[in-house]
């Protein structure tokens, strides 16, 4: 069993950043693969980033590619999502996801995932 908890939503303006966390409990999170999704208002679920147990990772492309990053601390047991030149449409509900995968490739799916976080909101003003 793993329990996810998301932080580092807020407001913040067009063209700002803010890093998301997905701490974990569990030992074994290492051998996680952990996803971030978002729900806006209105909008399915959209994939936006994930990294695999070995640290492989991938991107929505159309959405986030080439400013947001994800990464991953196994010392404490906490995923990042480093969220950069943020936008109005990146407004929206963040999760995180965990699976007890051991395929090495990105899982975008979130049939994928077996454990889900709360949520944490992030607002992009314009």
């Known amino acids: 069993q793993v329990q996810l908890v998301e932080s580092g939503g807020g407001l913040v303006q067009a063209g700002g950043s803010l890093r998301l966390s997905c701490a974990a409990s569990?030992?074994?999170?290492?051998?996680?693969?952990v996803g971030w999704f978002r729900q806006a208002p209105g909008k399915d679920r959209e994939f936006v980033a994930a990294?695999?147990?070995?640290?492989?990772?991938?991107y929505n492309a159309d959405s986030v590619k080439g400013r947001f990053t994800i990464s991953r601390d196994n010392a404490k047991n906490t995923v990042y999502l480093q969220m950069n030149s943020l936008k109005p449409e990146d407004t929206a509900v963040y999760y995180c996801?965990?699976?007890?995968?051991?395929?090495?490739?990105?899982?975008?799916?979130?049939?994928?995932?077996?454990?889900w976080g709360q949520g944490t909101q992030v607002t992009v003003s314009s």
């Open positions: 996801a965990a699976s007890q995968t051991l395929r090495v490739g990105v899982l975008s799916r979130g049939n994928e995932y077996d454990y």
């Open positions: 990294i695999s147990w070995i640290g492989n990772s991938g």
């Open positions: 569990g030992r074994t999170f290492s051998r996680y693969a």
